[in-house]
């Protein structure tokens, strides 16, 4: 499967995500941000302030994507919003 940024939307609500945290297509503060830039390529960051931090890049679309899916993901676990069994096996 590949994620897009027509799905991306639909894989952030699945896990919880909330409008408020984060920004597609464009630019916003204080949220996570994912954005073509001019020359092509494709950036997801934090941003804030005007200033845009811990910014990766690429050149898919679709590996930004699972990008922001997995630090949203990865935030959602810090919030515990998610509950994770412990198993004695």
């Known amino acids: 499967m590949i994620i897009s940024l027509n799905s991306l939307p639909d894989f952030l609500e699945t896990i919880g995500i909330d ?4 920004s597609i297509g464009e630019n916003a503060d ?9 020359d092509g390529k494709w950036a997801v960051f934090y941003r804030e302030r005007g200033g845009n931090f811990d910014e990766s890049i690429f050149d898919a679309e679709s590996d930004a994507c699972y990008t922001m899916l997995g630090r949203m993901t990865l935030l959602q676990i810090t919030r515990g919003a998610f509950q994770f069994e412990d198993d004695d096996r």
């Not at 204080?30 to 001019?38: A, D, G, K, P, S």
Request: aromatic share 8%; proline share 0%; glycine share 0%.
């Open 19 to 22: 409008e408020d945290d984060v």
């Open 30 to 38: 204080n949220r996570w941000c994912i954005v073509r830039r001019e």
